[in-house]
């Protein structure tokens, strides 16, 4: 039997334009929070934002969530991948439309580069739409040598707007 893994937090990114993307990302949350190796421990507002990359599509709902797991990064993206195919995420278009997606995009103080999984996310601090919901949750995190609301203050953030002021929007029904 080995020793159990040491608890860390991740922060993710969570996101989606197709169907009920409101009720994917709080079905994500919630699958997340119901393991016993990850535990939700904060999410942000819920934000409509502006497609980015290829803006001919539908607006998205954005949000941020910290959570605090046991699992290697690797295997958190396992687990998240698995939750995205389970809500039917194709992948087809790069930055195209989808049900939902889900990026870690901070894991602890952890810095890697491998050919699955880059930490910090290599294009975060470049997207208001990530800034703005983690600086609701974490406003202080360490992200490239900088704190999250000092990047957010350098992200474009036209056209995000507030969809749910309410952070305990993903427990509602």
Not at 89 to 104: H, K, N
Not at 120 to 125: A, S
């Amino acid at each position: 039997m080995s020793p159990e893994r040491p608890m860390e937090i991740a922060a993710l990114g969570l996101g989606g334009n197709i169907g009920d993307p409101r009720s994917a990302m709080a079905e994500a949350l919630r699958q997340l929070d119901l393991r016993y190796d990850c535990r939700v421990v904060a999410v942000s507002k819920l934000y409509s934002t502006p497609p980015w990359g290829k803006t001919d599509q539908a607006d998205f709902f954005n949000c941020c969530a910290l959570v605090e797991t046991s699992l290697p990064p690797e295997e958190l993206l396992d687990v998240c991948l698995s939750i995205e195919r389970g809500m039917k995420r194709v992948r087809i278009e790069r930055w195209g439309p989808r049900t939902i997606d889900i990026d870690i995009l901070v894991y602890g103080a952890l810095k890697q580069v491998t050919d699955k999984l880059e930490i910090p996310h290599p294009r975060m601090t470049e997207r208001g739409f990530v800034m703005m919901p983690l600086s609701d949750i974490a406003p202080d995190m360490q992200v490239r040598g900088r704190p999250v609301r000092d990047w957010l203050k350098d992200s474009d953030t036209a056209g995000i707007k507030v969809a749910d002021e309410d952070m305990r929007w993903w427990r509602k029904n």
